[in-house]
T-cell receptor, first 114, second 115 residues
Framework: DAGVTQSPTHLIKTRGQQVTLRCSPK?????VSWYQQALGQGPQFIFQ???????QRGNFPDRFSGHQFPNYSSELNVNALLLGDSALYLC?????????????FGDGTRLSIL | AQSVTQLDSQVPVFEEAPVELRCNYS??????LFWYVQYPNQGLQLLLK??????LVESINGFEAEFNKSQTSFHLRKPSVHISDTAEYFC?????????????FGPGTSLSVIP
């Protein structure tokens, strides 16, 4: 049973560019959340997708957008990249939007901005 | 608004010794509390959580944490650590609204188990 898979594992971009990160949820899960984890810090919630719609959003600018496909996979898009966007981006899936259902995390995509 | 403090950024401990990782939170409302573990180059895994009921919660790999409302703490303990416990540990808090956008993570504590 495959868990949460993310691609790519590493990515290097320059300021001003755009990036797309991908996530496939664990089998049986229909809810996907994205987090940003800066070096030496805990994860920060970006947004959550359920039924192909953004359901919850953290304190991130509109440069951060996402999408969920009918097969429940998801993409995170970041436009006009800044040096401060360098971080580990984590995807987590669950079978419900609430806290009663645990999230399963992928291993993340390490994004470096030069 | 909730916030989380993890008082120790790094904790070195010898193998088979006990360990306590400290977590304090601030909140004006009732809370839910979590501990997550992150092994090198991996995502987070839920270790244990307190939502309600018994204030002592246990994980399957020997960790336990106790919710102390008066001290606003949720310290993580293990009586005897193994090399495989070396990882980053994150405490997290959420308000009574049960949704992930309200979960606030602490900065993490790096546990290093020394052989």
């Amino acid at each position: 049973d495959a868990g949460v898979t993310q691609s790519p594992t590493h990515l290097i971009k320059t300021r001003g560019q755009q990036v797309t990160l991908r996530c496939s949820p664990k089998s049986g899960h229909d809810t996907v959340s994205w987090y940003q984890q800066a070096l030496g810090q805990g994860p920060q919630f970006i947004f959550q997708y359920y039924e192909e719609e953004e359901r919850q959003r953290g304190n991130f600018p509109d440069r951060f957008s996402g999408h969920q496909f009918p097969n429940y996979s998801s993409e995170l898009n970041v436009n006009a990249l800044l040096l401060g966007d360098s971080a580990l981006y984590l995807c987590a899936s669950s079978s419900d939007t609430g806290l009663n259902q645990p999230q399963h995390f992928g291993d993340g995509t390490r994004l470096s901005i030069l | 608004a909730q916030s989380v403090t993890q008082l120790d950024s790094q904790v070195p401990v010898f193998e088979e010794a006990p360990v306590e990782l400290r977590c304090n939170y601030s909140s004006s409302v009732s809370v839910y509390l979590f501990w997550y573990v992150q092994y090198p180059n991996q995502g987070l895994q839920l270790l244990l959580k307190y939502l309600s009921g018994s204030t002592l919660v246990e994980s399957i790999n020997g960790f336990e944490a106790e919710f102390n409302k008066s001290q606003t703490s949720f310290h993580l303990r293990k009586p005897s650590v193994h090399i495989s416990d070396t990882a980053e540990y994150f405490c997290a808090v959420s308000g009574p609204k049960t949704s992930y956008d309200k979960v606030i993570f602490g900065p993490g504590t790096s546990l290093s188990v020394i052989p």
